[in-house]
């Protein structure tokens, strides 16, 4: 029998975060003054327990006893060898995936929700408001909160609150409550829907109410929260490249290849960052974040300074950016439809140590199913987005006859998202391009913000 899986114990579990601020330089977020925020600035919104990760430069946080304590109800979570694919491929690639599909959720959010709940806990905080696209942080959220005895607001961008009742009743599930955005809960939703009734409502909109939400209750024992995109986010998803490098170290093995699909940047940095950090120290491995080719960041927008929501509550943040009032073409991939990415990704990408891919709809989905025909796990649509990535470097590798070593992060399930994979069945999904145009009338908002300096950590 062939290496299928590579399992480590329950004590094996790393107990430190790696947190890459420590090993780049980066442009500061600035506030409405135009100068770089202070943690004051952010009391209203997070706890500062919270705030001191997302400005820390220590390289290596300890993850606290309660945090491994939940995390362990799943972690560590398989590496698998995806044998199935490289026979159907005939590629001479070995392509092995971190499965972080099997939390409670089905997805590698819990990782920086349970952390987070932990931390506003410890801060006397009661209540947590959040956004969720297509309702996977909303459920972690949810399933986190529940763990630690914390009241949970979710505000799910509403063509994903159509498209995916079941998030709902997850979230209800573990006692959150969700309500679709925009919404008359908040002066920003209604705002919105003042002037544009019928919109499919975006992850800028939904964080805008949420952040809104937070820090106009009155009691002051409610904090907002974040599923990816800021530091602390990226730095607690550190776990899964940590464990997958010791997976992979009991096997004898390195990627020469790193793939995640990417959003807001949190499963790919998570998978990515120790890897980033050995190519910082001269190891040779290809980084590659996949987005869907409707909501292109990285590929296709500059790297500017701009607003994280859609109503201007959050600081500028250095990030490639399609503007802060892009509302993306309702693709699927309902958690990859982010108008920015996180600065941490952005600033890598700047410096050219990972190398962004994009791929279309129908391409994405083809991959799935190949995947599910395969290995067996109905990927979430995000993760359809890396696996195409995958398929596409194993056939180059067979092609040039290399046996490349590819590590991918599967980073969820899609048993909640059928009603998609319904469509492509059906063939009703489509593929979407940014236009020109459209691309240029949504990043005319920055044009007179500050413009982030080009740094170089090396
Ligand atoms: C939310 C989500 C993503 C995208 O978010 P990132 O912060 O970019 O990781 C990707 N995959 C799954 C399964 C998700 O739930």
Redesign the pocket.
């Known amino acids: 029998m062939k290496t299928q899986k590579v399992i480590l114990n329950s004590d094996e579990i790393p107990r430190q975060w790696y947190n890459i601020q420590a090993d780049i330089k980066m442009n500061p977020p600035l506030g409405p003054d135009g100068n770089p925020v202070t943690p004051d600035a952010l009391a209203p919104v997070f706890p500062m327990n919270l705030i001191e990760q997302e400005v820390s430069d220590q390289r290596w946080i300890d993850i606290p006893e309660a945090v491994l304590d939940v995390l362990s109800m799943w972690r560590p979570t398989p590496l698998v060898r995806a044998t199935r694919l490289e026979e159907v491929l005939d590629t001479p690639a070995k392509i092995y995936f971190k499965n972080?599909?099997v939390s409670p959720p089905?997805?590698?959010?819990p990782n920086t929700a349970v952390a987070q709940a932990y931390y506003n806990k410890e801060f006397g905080i009661k209540k947590i408001t959040t956004e969720t696209?297509?309702g996977?942080?909303g459920s972690a959220l949810s399933f986190a909160c529940s763990q630690f005895g914390l009241e949970c607001k979710v505000y799910m961008v509403r063509i994903s609150f159509d498209q995916k009742p079941y998030r709902k009743s997850m979230m209800e599930a573990w006692g959150g409550k969700c309500i679709p955005s925009p919404s008359m809960a908040t002066k920003t939703g209604a705002e919105i829907l003042k002037n544009d009734p019928d919109t499919p409502g975006s992850l800028g909109i939904a964080i805008s109410e949420a952040i809104e939400a937070a820090v106009t209750d009155p009691s002051g024992e409610t904090r907002y929260s974040l599923?990816?995109?800021l530091n602390h986010?990226l730095l607690h998803?550190t776990i899964i490249g940590l464990e997958a490098k010791k997976q992979m170290e009991k096997i004898g093995e390195y990627p020469e290849i790193v793939i995640?699909?990417?959003?807001?940047?949190?499963?790919?940095a998570?998978l990515a960052f120790p890897f980033a950090s050995d190519k910082m120290n001269g190891r040779d491995v290809e980084i590659l974040p996949v987005e869907p080719s409707a909501c292109p960041t990285l590929t296709r927008a500059p790297f500017v300074y701009d607003h994280g929501d859609t109503a201007k509550f959050t600081p500028l943040m250095p990030m490639h950016s399609l503007g802060h009032a892009f509302v993306p073409a309702p693709i699927h991939?309902g958690?990859?439809r982010?108008h920015g990415m996180?600065p941490l990704v952005s600033q890598l990408a700047v410096e050219g140590i990972i190398d962004p891919r994009s791929v279309s709809q129908l391409k994405s989905y083809e991959a799935g199913v190949t995947l599910a025909r395969t290995e067996g796990i109905i990927p979430?649509p995000?993760?359809t987005n890396a696996l195409a990535c995958v398929i596409e470097e194993a056939l180059k590798a067979k092609a040039e006859g290399k046996e490349k070593v590819i590590l991918f992060n599967w980073?969820?399930h899609g048993l909640v998202d059928l009603g998609a994979y319904e469509k492509y069945f059906a063939g009703e999904l489509k593929d979407y391009s940014l236009s020109e145009e459209d691309q240029a009338k949504s990043e005319s908002v920055f044009k007179d913000f500050p413009k982030p300096e080009i740094l170089s950590s090396k």
Do not use: D, I, M
């Open positions: 972080e599909s089905g997805s590698h959010k696209g297509a996977q942080w599923g990816s995109v986010v998803q995640g699909c990417a959003g807001g940047g949190s499963n790919f998570g991939a958690g990859l982010y996180a979430a995000e993760t980073s969820g």
